[in-house]
């Protein structure tokens, strides 16, 4: 093979662009390694300094979203590059994908919105794994959150997916503190200010049961009388509690309440219903009857 005979200048072009190439795709994939790591690792330092319970699974969350953003924009411009060193004309591709981008995000309103809502659920730690919330109408215990949906479990074990796109507001029960809230109804016949007086009793034996100690933060706060119902004063008196914990106070503050109200006698209300019998024209009151009707005794056994 003579060498002379090779057209270099021929060659030189192609060769350049394959090289230039080449360059690309390894420079792509450098950087796409290199901050997915660092990535993962501002992450590990996130966690660490948040614990277990403020956040892991958010910062796990929030690190795989920008390691994939990562990876589509370095995987997007090193396409854009390779095509410009192939010799393909990138506007006509650039309109082409404005025009389907366009299509796409009208017939796919919603799962946009389902990922920015997510985006923004995560950034701005509105829900963490683990927390009891209500959205979109459903209540439990949140058990996985996606840039798509948030998937709860309810009380009695149904689990609901919900997408981000229904969220428009988070009711979070499980942040910094709660309040374990009791209406306790009496009936009329009974003195308030001696309810109110057991009531705090049972408050202030609770804060002092070292098994309650860690769950309650403050003694009850007693409002008083909420409400009179058709049968019932209703007494309105709460806890502030540790997260989570309402529903286990209150059923306790209950079961004790109750033992203490049949100690004392204390009536519980039953519906009462009065029976008006009218007047006639002289404003006097008809007589009303009533007999006391008893089953008959069974006979006595021969």
């Given at each position: 093979?003579?060498?002379?005979?090779?057209d270099?200048?021929?060659?030189?072009?192609?060769?350049?662009?394959?090289?230039?190439?080449?360059?690309?795709?390894?420079?792509?994939w450098?950087?796409?390694v290199?901050l997915?790591?660092l990535?993962?690792?501002?992450?590990?330092?996130?966690?660490?300094?948040?614990?277990?319970?403020?956040?892991?699974?958010?910062?796990?969350?929030?690190?795989r979203?920008?390691?994939?953003?990562?990876?589509?924009i370095?995987?997007?411009?090193?396409?854009m590059?390779?095509l410009?060193?192939?010799g393909?004309?990138?506007?006509?591709?650039?309109?082409?994908?404005?025009?389907?981008?366009?299509?796409?995000?009208?017939?796919?309103?919603?799962?946009?919105k389902?990922?920015?809502?997510?985006?923004?659920?995560?950034?701005?730690?509105?829900?963490?794994?683990?927390?009891?919330?209500?959205?979109?109408?459903?209540?439990?215990?949140v058990?996985d959150i996606?840039?798509?949906?948030?998937?709860l479990?309810?009380?009695?074990?149904?689990t609901?997916?919900?997408?981000?796109?229904?969220?428009?507001?988070v009711?979070?029960?499980?942040?910094?503190?709660?309040y374990?809230?009791?209406?306790v109804?009496?009936?009329?016949?009974?003195?308030v200010?001696?309810?109110?007086?057991?009531?705090?009793d049972?408050g202030?034996?609770?804060?002092?049961?070292?098994?309650?100690?860690?769950?309650?933060?403050?003694?009850?706060e007693?409002?008083?009388?909420?409400?009179?119902?058709?049968?019932?004063?209703?007494?309105?008196?709460?806890?502030?509690v540790a997260?989570?914990?309402?529903?286990?106070?209150?059923?306790?503050?209950?079961?004790?309440?109750?033992?203490?109200?049949?100690?004392?006698?204390?009536?519980?209300?039953?519906?009462?219903?009065?029976?008006y019998?009218?007047?006639?024209?002289?404003?006097?009151?008809?007589?009303?009857?009533?007999?006391?009707?008893?089953?008959?005794?069974?006979?006595?056994?021969?």
């Amino acid at each position: 093979m003579n060498l002379d005979n090779i057209d270099w200048e021929r060659w030189s072009g192609p060769a350049l662009s394959a090289a230039r190439i080449v360059l690309i795709v390894v420079l792509a994939w450098v950087s796409v390694v290199l901050l997915q790591r660092l990535v993962r690792g501002v992450r590990r330092r996130v966690e660490r300094r948040l614990g277990e319970t403020e956040g892991s699974g958010r910062a796990a969350t929030l690190g795989r979203v920008v390691r994939y953003l990562i990876a589509v924009i370095v995987s997007a411009v090193a396409i854009m590059l390779v095509l410009g060193e192939v010799g393909v004309s990138l506007a006509p591709i650039l309109g082409a994908a404005g025009v389907a981008g366009l299509a796409i995000g009208f017939g796919a309103q919603s799962l946009v919105k389902d990922y920015f809502t997510g985006f923004f659920i995560l950034f701005e730690d509105q829900i963490r794994t683990g927390d009891v919330v209500t959205v979109a109408g459903i209540s439990g215990a949140v058990e996985d959150i996606t840039l798509r949906h948030v998937r709860l479990r309810d009380y009695d074990g149904n689990t609901h997916f919900v997408p981000n796109s229904l969220i428009t507001t988070v009711t979070n029960m499980s942040r910094y503190y709660a309040y374990a809230v009791m209406d306790v109804g009496v009936a009329y016949r009974e003195n308030v200010d001696e309810v109110i007086e057991l009531l705090r009793d049972v408050g202030a034996r609770m804060r002092a049961d070292a098994a309650l100690a860690g769950l309650i933060e403050d003694d009850l706060e007693i409002a008083g009388v909420d409400k009179l119902d058709a049968s019932a004063v209703v007494i309105r008196c709460r806890f502030r509690v540790a997260p989570l914990q309402q529903w286990t106070v209150r059923r306790e503050f209950l079961r004790r309440m109750k033992a203490d109200f049949d100690a004392r006698g204390i009536e519980f209300p039953f519906p009462h219903i009065t029976i008006y019998a009218g007047t006639d024209k002289q404003g006097d009151a008809p007589a009303l009857p009533l007999r006391v009707v008893r089953p008959p005794r069974p006979a006595a056994a021969a």
